[in-house]
């Protein structure tokens, strides 16, 4: 019988033909689990699925056939069946029997026999997704870069023979700093010596920290460093290579390409190279016995992971310094209330200059700060760039270049009505208007669109003025005023790393500064007002951090000079030198507000529905605070405030409301625990 005959029959017997062969698939399946041989000494598996979904963050049992008992090893990558699919994983554990009351599925295959993930970094990762309220598997992402096969299958590194240690250099790079001399004696007898270092002004810092390392490659063990940036990277890189040899290290960046980043990672995790340096992604860096881990400019944000769960990279490397019992190095030219706090808890000790050697290496003082100088110039507090910044830099090129440190990049960032002060905004959007080059019109910021005909709303006036000038247009007012001087830039896309010794201007924006062959003759810091026009909890903080690293770029007995005002306590901090002695203030009027480091914060961020069905969910400690709502266009934020002593609850509550939350398919929302700003 045809169908066209009979075309009802045709539907029921393809679903009878297609039930039936999903039921012999499967029972073909189980029988196939049912015959598999599994390692008779240990036969359970237990794999870190990579899954998105928090309530399943935690690892699962396989049976491990006997064909796969050698190379499924901890720390492999392996494939697995879960819900229905094939997902990676990490084999973390083998057992010899499991909780599981059924039959375990065996393990799909071994993707590598290379184990990438160790046991001590495994447990970090568990310690860190715990800390900021994550899942392990957004931080295995962090730890653990991508597989490149071909890499894999290269002959392995061979080991370098260790370098002598030349205890005299290494007295002679923290010549200066004390206590320096017991700690590096620490480092070098297998000890676990914990410090916060304050460096001070002409510091060589990457020579410093590459003479630590070579006293802890000494005793017998292993060093990672983490620094900002790739340009730091590259000279702590240099420095490293001047200490201990060529084949002692390796650099841990993501500019460094797939190939060589896995490449210098493989180099790391079979013990070949014990010394890394690199960003903030290197703080998982399975290096073999690892001794100190050591973290420069600490309250740089690009420390702080913009990736889910958020780690902060200076309390990963304090999580694994209390976790392996190494030696800790906390240091920068400015120091960080954090860095104060572990200081005042008894946690570590400090390393810093006496007065004396601040005042050798360097003087700052502020523009406009004294009586005499307004007499010489009246306008020294008002202008920009007054006769006395002047002055500092034309004495300053007579022994070498200047630095000039300006907070924006651009040319004039932001333009204002010339008569009545009325912020120029475009005709077409309201964007803020920006001149990005003194021979074309203003143009929006957001849109585009050229003004080539604005009148100012308010007065009808067309002229416009610039109260915010940024590093282009900066370089040509000192163009002019120094016309036989070459002048330099570095922000935005065009960094410069170095330049020479000889006499030049270098105007750049904060982060951006290059070093300079023996140090800058003068530093000159303008616009001071704009780096502490900010709203933030760290706006003094990361103004005197800035200002300390371009003065830290001083040659021995170089200048300073701040165009501000002299009476805010933050720049007569920076005419001290005294970081201690801020930090230890800004602590004390935080522990006063209840603020980190006194107490934990975490935010709670999105949909307003979802963030309030989340408050209901959370099960914070009895003493926690709850302030918000707050709007931020279109989301809602929250934020949780508790107890130093209860951080670790709150950060567990955060933890299970994530798991409750992900079980229940409801909206997600964003969870930052001890965010940088708010």
């Not at 390796?250 to 190279?273: I, K, N, Q």
Request: net charge neutral; hydrophobic share 45%.
């Amino acid at each position: 019988m045809t169908p066209e005959e009979q075309p009802e029959l045709l539907p029921g017997m393809v679903r009878a033909t297609a039930r039936a062969s999903q039921a012999k698939a499967r029972a073909t399946r189980a029988a196939q689990a049912a015959a598999v041989e599994l390692d008779p000494d240990a036969p359970v598996a237990r794999v870190l699925v990579d899954l998105p979904l928090a309530h399943l963050d935690r690892p699962f049992d396989y049976a491990v056939p006997i064909t796969m008992a050698a190379d499924a090893q901890p720390g492999v990558r392996v494939k697995v069946r879960f819900a229905g699919q094939d997902v990676d994983g990490f084999l973390v554990e083998r057992a010899a029997d499991t909780d599981h009351q059924g039959r375990l599925v065996p393990l799909r295959r071994v993707v590598s026999a290379e184990p990438v993930l160790s046991p001590s970094v495994a447990a970090l990762t568990a310690d860190v997704a715990e800390r900021y309220a994550g899942s392990r598997s957004d931080v295995l992402r962090l730890a653990v870069p991508a597989r490149h096969a071909t890499t894999e299958k290269q002959p392995p590194v061979e080991p370098a023979p260790p370098p002598a240690y030349d205890a005299a250099a290494a007295a002679a790079a923290w010549h200066g700093h004390e206590p320096a001399g017991p700690f590096l004696r620490h480092l070098g007898e297998g000890g676990s010596p914990r410090a916060v270092w304050s460096a001070a002004p002409a510091t060589d810092w990457p020579l410093a920290l590459a003479q630590a390392a070579a006293a802890t490659l000494a005793g017998g063990r292993g060093s990672l460093i983490c620094v900002p940036d790739g340009k730091d990277v590259a000279r702590v890189d240099r420095a490293l290579t001047a200490v201990l040899g060529e084949g002692q290290h390796v650099t841990l960046t993501a500019d460094s390409g797939p190939a060589r980043r896995y490449a210098d990672f493989l180099a790391v995790s079979r013990g070949a190279r014990r010394v890394v340096v690199g960003t903030r992604a290197a703080a998982f860096a399975p290096v073999a016995d690892l001794g100190l881990v050591a973290i420069w400019d600490d309250g740089d944000d690009l420390h702080a992971e913009p990736r889910a769960p958020y780690p902060h990279t200076r309390e990963t490397l304090l999580l694994r310094a209390e976790r392996e019992g190494t030696a800790a190095l906390v240091g920068g030219f400015a120091r960080t209330v954090e860095a104060e706090y572990l200081l005042r808890s008894g946690w570590a000790r400090e390393l810093s200059a006496p007065r004396a050697v601040v005042r050798e290496r360097i003087s700052v003082s502020i523009a406009g700060a004294d009586e005499r100088t307004l007499e010489r110039d009246a306008h020294a507090r008002a202008a920009r760039i007054p006769r006395e910044a002047h002055d500092a830099i034309r004495r300053g090129l007579q022994a070498g270049p200047v630095l000039v440190q300006t907070p924006r990049a651009g040319y004039a960032a932001s333009l204002a009505c010339e008569r009545c002060r009325e912020p120029a905004r475009c005709t077409a959007c309201s964007g803020p208007l920006t001149l990005t080059d003194p021979t074309r019109p203003p143009s929006c910021r957001w849109c585009g669109a050229a003004e080539e005909a604005w009148a100012c709303p308010e007065c009808g006036h067309r002229g416009l003025r610039a109260p915010v000038l940024g590093d282009a247009r900066t370089a040509e007012e000192l163009g002019r005023a120094f016309t036989s001087t070459r002048v330099q830039t570095s922000s935005g896309q065009r960094v410069l790393s170095e330049v020479a010794g000889a006499p030049s201007i270098v105007v750049a924006t904060p982060g951006a500064e290059p070093v300079a062959a023996g140090g800058y003759a003068a530093v000159v810091l303008l616009d001071t007002w704009l780096m502490l026009g900010r709203a933030d909890l760290r706006t003094a903080e990361e103004a005197l951090r800035r200002w300390a690293n371009a003065a830290g770029l001083v040659q021995r007995g170089g200048a300073v000079l701040a165009v501000g005002d002299p009476s805010l306590p933050v720049l007569q901090a920076l005419v001290r030198w005294d970081m201690s002695g801020f930090a230890e203030r800004e602590m004390l009027e935080r522990q006063e507000a209840h603020l980190p480091p006194a107490s934990r914060l975490a935010t709670i961020t999105g949909e307003p529905g979802a963030v309030d069905d989340a408050l209901t969910l959370l099960a914070a400690p009895e003493s926690a605070e709850v302030l918000g709502p707050v709007d931020l266009e279109g989301e809602s934020r929250v934020v949780v405030r508790v107890p130093r002593a209860l951080g670790p609850a709150l950060s567990k509550a955060l933890g299970d409301l994530q798991r409750i939350r992900s079980s229940r398919k409801l909206d997600a929302v964003r969870i930052r625990v001890d965010p940088t700003n708010l």
